[in-house]
């Protein structure tokens, strides 16, 4: 089928624009949302565009053109007024961390097809299985700050809230008759209950590369060196950190020590450009690093004792018998770390389950009596 052609959205980069639009969407029951980030190409992404999709517009908010956007807070957080995602995890933390955004309710289209036994969950494919529309994600990795926004993209990110409307509508009825819709709206509250990672560089997260006894004393203390001068780096070209020297890069380095410019050049994962450029930064981290002292190793985690990890095995096994009898993947279930909440607990009644992470009533109601037999021994 031929996807149809709406008409070109609506694009507010400006706050007396913004301020019109919130009359109308205050009236609606729903909204579909979306963003997009450029956190692919900058050292620290930020939120570039804001997509909301109703019965009767499509609009493409710019936040980088509007000086304050927190007019659109109240109707984020707005109860009366569903506000549908497609994959919503990564798009509510963006709103959070650069707006202090508190979104709900949330209805995800990914998670319900989840929670209908789908397999084929992006939004690509759902669309066109569901509604015979085909949507090309050859924009998925832009860089969405680029400005002005080319019309290609602004099309590309109307289509992805234009249609997330009827395919709610679809997937709502599926769940209703499955009756499956208290599971599904228990599992869209696990999804917006999320913690706000902090983006403060942490000099000590080298030791997050490898682990502590692959490396030596002196290679450790060339690694943290490296380290410490990739983030300056990135910060000053303005790139993600990853991709403007690789983690094996970094190891590489560490680990064979190099003390001539040339040397740099054959180092995979470390560009030429920035050999060129930089490399007397990079041989004077190295050469730090060989004359400083061995870096602290991190403390040792403590060994979790075996009958929590035997408690945990045995909820693992019973998850996937149960998401194999339903037909889901295995975290639709429950989730690892609810596993392991229960493991360490023990719980003895359905009571001791109330507080768990991840456990909500209907969890609770459903599968209680099975976790309890699970870790006291009784079987699944």
């Known amino acids: 089928m031929t996807t149809p052609s709406p008409a070109a959205a609506t694009y507010i980069d400006s706050e007396r624009a913004l301020n019109q639009l919130l009359a109308s969407l205050r009236a609606e029951p729903r909204i579909a949302c979306d963003t997009e980030s450029n956190s692919l190409h900058a050292y620290r992404g930020k939120t570039c565009l804001?997509?909301?999709?109703?019965?009767?517009?499509?609009?493409?908010?710019?936040?980088?053109?509007?000086?304050?956007?927190?007019?659109?807070?109240?109707?984020?957080?707005?109860?009366?007024?569903?506000?549908?995602?497609?994959?919503?995890?990564?798009?509510?933390?963006?709103?959070k961390r650069d707006f202090d955004f508190d979104v709900h309710p949330v209805f995800d289209t990914m998670a319900a097809a989840r929670v209908c036994g789908y397999t084929r969950i992006g939004l690509s494919n759902m669309l066109e299985d569901l509604l015979g529309l085909r949507h090309s994600k050859k924009h998925q990795t832009a860089d969405w700050a680029r400005r002005p926004l080319p019309a290609s993209h602004r099309r590309y990110a109307q289509?992805?809230?234009?249609?997330?409307?009827?395919?709610?509508?679809?997937?709502?009825?599926?769940?209703?008759?499955?009756?499956r819709l208290e599971e599904a709206f228990e599992y869209f509250a696990d999804i917006t209950a999320f913690e706000v990672k902090s983006q403060d560089f942490d000099p000590e997260g080298f030791w997050d590369l490898c682990r502590p006894k692959d490396l030596n004393p002196r290679q450790a203390a060339i690694l943290r060196e490296l380290?410490?001068?990739?983030?300056?780096?990135?910060?000053?070209?303005?790139?993600?950190?990853?991709?403007?020297?690789?983690?094996?890069?970094?190891l590489k380095l560490?680990?064979?020590?190099?003390?001539?410019?040339?040397?740099?050049?054959?180092?995979?994962?470390?560009?030429?450009?920035?050999?060129?450029?930089?490399?007397?930064?990079?041989?004077?981290?190295?050469?730090?690093?060989?004359?400083?002292?061995?870096?602290?190793?991190?403390?040792?985690?403590?060994?979790?004792?075996?009958?929590?990890?035997?408690?945990?095995?045995?909820?693992?096994?019973?998850?996937?018998?149960?998401?194999?009898?339903?037909?889901?993947?295995?975290?639709?279930?429950?989730?690892?770390?609810?596993?392991?909440?229960?493991?360490?607990?023990?719980?003895?009644?359905?009571?001791?389950?109330?507080?768990?992470?991840?456990?909500?009533?209907?969890?609770?109601?459903?599968?209680?009596?099975?976790?309890?037999?699970?870790?006291?021994?009784?079987?699944?």
């Open 227 to 250: 380290y410490i001068l990739r983030d300056e780096l990135a910060q000053h070209y303005d790139r993600p950190s990853h991709q403007l020297i690789t983690n094996k890069a970094l």
């Open 254 to 380: 560490a680990t064979t020590s190099p003390r001539r410019p040339n040397q740099l050049f054959g180092v995979s994962g470390l560009p030429p450009w920035l050999a060129r450029q930089n490399g007397n930064e990079i041989l004077q981290a190295i050469s730090h690093g060989n004359r400083s002292l061995a870096p602290p190793k991190p403390p040792r985690r403590k060994a979790i004792p075996q009958t929590i990890v035997d408690r945990y095995t045995a909820l693992h096994t019973w998850r996937k018998e149960v998401a194999l009898s339903r037909g889901v993947e295995s975290d639709v279930i429950l989730s690892k770390g609810s596993m392991w909440a229960i493991a360490r607990r023990k719980p003895a009644s359905v009571d001791d389950l109330d507080d768990i992470p991840g456990l909500g009533p209907w969890r609770r109601a459903t599968y209680g009596a099975d976790l309890l037999s699970v870790v006291n021994g009784g079987g699944g």
């Open 50 to 95: 804001i997509q909301l999709s109703t019965p009767g517009q499509d609009v493409l908010i710019d936040p980088l053109g509007i000086a304050d956007i927190s007019a659109l807070g109240p109707v984020f957080a707005d109860r009366q007024i569903e506000k549908v995602f497609h994959a919503s995890e990564y798009d509510l933390i963006c709103l």
């Open 159 to 179: 289509m992805d809230t234009r249609y997330l409307l009827p395919l709610r509508d679809i997937l709502y009825d599926e769940l209703q008759r499955a009756g």
